[in-house]
């Protein structure tokens, strides 16, 4: 028995040895994997460019102005695509400044479009005095006391073109420049004259061609007008392509006086 228990004391320590060392040599189980993290959701409109135009501004100042007188039209739109102004103004930059010189109390309305919808803005001017007097073919009651048509034979200055073409080049900016103050004061003083803008040509080329070239240089002529403040209501086009020179000469000269666009009384 004593040899049994001597034998016992001396295995025990081997078997508890290799019983902790198969413990130690175990796999750990390993911890289960995180959650899935969640994409955030992509921001839409702003600096993306698929969200509605933003108008940040659009005023006119002054606000009220007395017959005659001329406002500022100013906007700033943002994520558009196209900007329009209504009353004759048409597509516009993004940001700008517009001169108005209407005859009577006006909203102007502006739309800008973007990719994923439009937005509109208004501005109103109010206009007081008194009406002028609807004198087209007499002599008129204020401080110019010319009849219409002597006022458009001297105070508007015919804008010219270069051979086969109707760009507004620079002479002609400052000519029309010019005749925009004119037609404003013209129009303050006749408030229902109407007033053509003629299209002309020199004599080279075909009658049917120059009647074509006419009436781009009368809308060329007429859409600068317009950008400049004067009413689109008050202004209308015609073309006499090359069948109305002011010189008959066959020379250089004599053509760049009949490549223009002329002012005229309408009905």
């Known amino acids: 028995m004593t040899n ?19 413990c130690s040599k175990k796999t ?14 992509a921001p839409s409109g702003g600096s993306t460019g698929t969200g509605r135009p933003v108008i940040a501004e659009f005023t006119v100042e002054p606000r009220s102005i007395e017959r005659g007188q001329s406002a500022a039209l100013r906007w700033n739109v943002t994520g558009s695509d196209s900007v329009v102004i209504d009353h004759g103004i048409g597509t516009v930059p993004a940001t700008g400044t517009q001169r108005i010189t209407p005859n009577d109390t006006t909203t102007y309305n502006l739309t800008a479009t973007g ?16 009406a002028a007097p609807a004198n087209v073919t007499g002599r008129n009651t204020g401080r110019d006391t010319r009849t219409l048509e002597t006022r458009i034979q001297s105070d508007l200055r015919d804008a010219l073109f270069d051979y086969d073409s109707n760009n507004i080049r620079d002479d002609a900016r400052a000519a029309l420049t010019s005749d925009s103050d004119a037609l404003k004061r013209i129009f303050a003083d006749f408030p229902t004259a109407v007033i053509n803008v003629e299209g002309h040509c020199d004599e080279r080329g075909s009658a049917e061609y120059n009647l074509g070239l006419g009436d781009r240089r009368a809308s060329s002529a007429r859409d600068y007008l317009i950008m400049l403040g004067v009413p689109a209501d008050r202004l209308k086009t015609v073309s006499y392509g090359k069948e109305r020179p002011v010189c008959t000469e066959s020379d250089e000269a004599c053509w760049q006086r009949n490549r223009r666009a002329h002012f005229s009384g309408g009905q």
């Open 28 to 41: 750990p189980i390993p911890p289960p994997p995180p959650p899935p993290v969640s994409a955030a959701p």
């Open 115 to 130: 990719p994923a919808g439009e937005a509109m803005g208004a501005a109103t001017v109010t206009v007081t005095g008194p």
């Open 4 to 22: 049994f228990s001597s034998r016992l004391s001396l295995v025990l320590p081997v078997v508890m040895i290799l019983t902790a060392s198969a």
